[in-house]
């Protein structure tokens, strides 16, 4: 139903929607959801496109919710405890793009970081090895990371030392100006990367709610999160012309991101009419605490008689300080319409603010430069989903919905959309549900973050089967 259930209730997607949904239903239940993904990813490199697929097989949902009877009369005809596991990401999936770059190459981000620095600085002492110097550059204040990368590209032999004036020494330790060891064939730069990720979020929730005069339901969600994500970006150039020092470069890197995250949710629900159902639910923002760690790698083969082949590998992680991350909250609003026993029709209307989010502490100066970033590149999003569902007999049931959300980048007008079916089976004592979900999400992200940051535009086109199963108990 599009996830069009924030006025409505007795199912356990609508418990982690709007947590008023829970005191709807009228028995004890438990229930889990078993999901299948296909994903066709179509990316775009300067035109040149690529298609590559994959599928993922996971239990997505696992839950529960017992409900009291209250038989004082005052009003509070019953309250339900409830409990709900979810993977709420998913972030397996791989996107292979591939192209010629006629005017940059990978030498532009690592000049962007080495103009400016010392050779003596960014390069390797007399019996040192690369590990060492590694070690030594990220733990110098000035240097740090953007030294590490400096260092791959004169160790890599991408970048080459500018001697000063009327010099031809390219050692020189105070040397900080440097030229490109590469050039271009004629097609320009050959380019490929293969970005793979994993993990996923998953929440764990806790839920009371009620119900007062069988008119207004009323919940509150207290909501934990443990965070897992990795990803691989296996960089390839090649393709350089004759006069090139280099004739490949292979450029990885991995991260690993672990943490744990806090939210509530509080909602309602007002059954206007016995046809009308109104609903409002409030999302805080999420509280993460997070760890990265990072690791790098290059290889290069060179364009001479010997062809030799550099290797620069640290073998090791670079751990960095465990910071904090506030997301954005969300305000829904839900109106729902009942057709007696024939079906309903829903629509929910969401707001998030993504210029909201922020690092902190944010007195932290580095962090205050992140936090503006954000506030200057992204913008609040609305989230439409409409689902109706039509009740063929008491035995089966018909449902479809809409899901559009509207970027969060200023200045980008990629979206997400998604079109859902599916299909319901009561059995008195236990339900089957089975949904349909087809989704397109649209994305641009440069190859770097700096020098070459070309976009590869992605087309993710997502095939969704999921099986849910209930038993009252």
Do not use: C
Not at 23 to 38: I, R
Not at 83 to 104: A, C, L, M, P, W
Not at 388 to 399: A, D, G, I, K, V
């Amino acid at each position: 139903m599009g996830g069009a259930f924030g006025a409505l209730g007795g199912d356990f997607s609508a418990l982690t929607i709007n947590p008023a949904g829970a005191a709807v239903f009228s028995f004890t239940e438990a229930g889990l959801t078993a999901d299948f993904q296909s994903l066709n990813n179509n990316s775009t490199y300067n035109g040149n496109p690529f298609e590559s697929q994959q599928s993922n097989l996971n239990f997505s949902q696992a839950a529960g919710v017992i409900v009291l009877d209250n038989e004082i009369d005052n009003g509070w005809s019953k309250i339900s405890f409830g409990i709900n596991f979810q993977k709420t990401h998913d972030f397996d999936n791989q996107v292979i793009s591939e192209g010629y770059n006629s005017s940059r190459g990978v030498d532009r981000y690592f000049l962007s970081y080495a103009n400016g620095k010392y050779l003596g600085d960014i390069s390797l002492l007399e019996n040192e090895t690369f590990r060492e110097a590694y070690i030594d550059i990220g733990e110098r204040i000035g240097l740090g990371y953007p030294g590490q990368q400096a260092l791959f590209g004169y160790e890599g032999y991408v970048l080459n030392p500018i001697p000063f004036s009327g010099s031809t020494d390219t050692s020189d330790p105070d040397i900080q100006d440097y030229e490109s060891n590469t050039s271009p064939g004629s097609n320009g730069y050959f380019h490929e990367l293969i970005n793979t990720t994993q993990g996923g979020i998953k929440k764990y929730t806790v839920n009371i709610a009620s119900v007062y005069k069988n008119k207004l339901y009323l919940g509150l969600n207290i909501n934990t999160y443990r965070l897992a994500f990795s990803q691989n970006r296996d960089f390839y150039e090649s393709n350089y012309g004759p006069n090139s020092g280099v004739r490949s470069i292979n450029f990885n890197n991995e991260l690993n991101t672990t943490g744990s995250g806090t939210s509530f949710q509080v909602g309602m629900i007002y059954k206007a009419t016995e046809k009308i159902r109104l609903g409002l639910s409030l999302d805080s923002p999420t509280y993460y605490r997070l760890n990265d760690r990072i690791r790098q790698s290059m290889t290069v083969q060179l364009n001479n008689d010997a062809r030799s082949l550099v290797e620069l590998d640290p073998a090791l992680e670079t751990l960095f300080p465990e910071y904090e991350i506030q997301t954005t909250g969300s305000v829904r609003g839900s109106f729902a319409y009942v057709f007696s026993d024939k079906g309903l029709i829903s629509l929910d209307y969401t707001m998030k603010d993504y210029s909201k989010m922020k690092f902190l502490p944010v007195e932290d100066a580095f962090f205050q430069s992140l936090n503006s970033s954000i506030n200057d590149n992204y913008n609040p999003t609305r989230i439409l989903q409409v689902g109706s569902e039509f009740r063929l007999t008491t035995l089966m049931s018909l449902r479809a919905g809409f899901y559009q959300e509207n970027s969060s980048q200023q200045n980008d007008s990629y979206s997400q959309t998604a079109v859902t079916a599916g299909v319901g089976f009561n059995f008195g004592a236990s339900n089957l549900d089975i949904s349909l979900v087809s989704a397109n999400q649209n994305s641009a992200s440069p190859l770097f973050d700096r020098g070459l940051n070309d976009s590869v535009l992605n087309d993710l086109n997502q095939l969704g089967l999921q099986f849910t199963y209930r038993v009252k108990l």
